[in-house]
């Protein structure tokens, strides 16, 4: 079973910038299709970004523009970038296989992501 270690999240201003991490454990994790997810409270957990077939991306409209997922496979590891963030995209963030390509490993604990107005 793989062991996913989300990192990076945090208290930013309206506008600000982070970049988070995701790091796995297992040579599987390079192959597939993954994802970066968010559930706020009393929501449903949303994927935001996806990374597959090499360098092919998909984003929630929501996040389109202003968020970037990539991954490096010699580390084991998916970072989303996400700039000019807002308020709404205040959530605990967590990385998994796509859900759309894949079926998802067991959840890691996430990071929190706080944006102030």
């Known amino acids: 079973q793989v062991q996913l270690v989300e990192s990076g999240g945090g208290l930013v201003q309206a506008g600000g910038s982070l970049r988070l991490s995701c790091t796995g454990s297992g040579s599987i994790f390079s192959i597939n299709p993954m994802g970066w997810y968010r559930q706020a409270p009393g929501k449903q957990r949303e994927l935001v970004a996806a990374?597959?077939?090499?360098?092919?991306?998909n984003y929630a409209d929501s996040v389109k523009g202003r968020f970037t997922i990539s991954r490096d496979n010699a580390k084991n590891t998916v970072y989303l970038q996400m700039n000019s963030l807002k308020p709404e995209d205040t959530a605990v963030y967590y990385c998994?296989?796509?859900?759309?390509?894949?079926?998802?490993?067991?959840w890691g604990q996430g990071t929190q992501v706080t944006v102030s107005s």
């Open positions: 998994n296989v796509d859900w759309f390509r894949g079926d998802p490993w067991l």
């Open positions: 990374i597959f077939s090499g360098d092919n991306t």
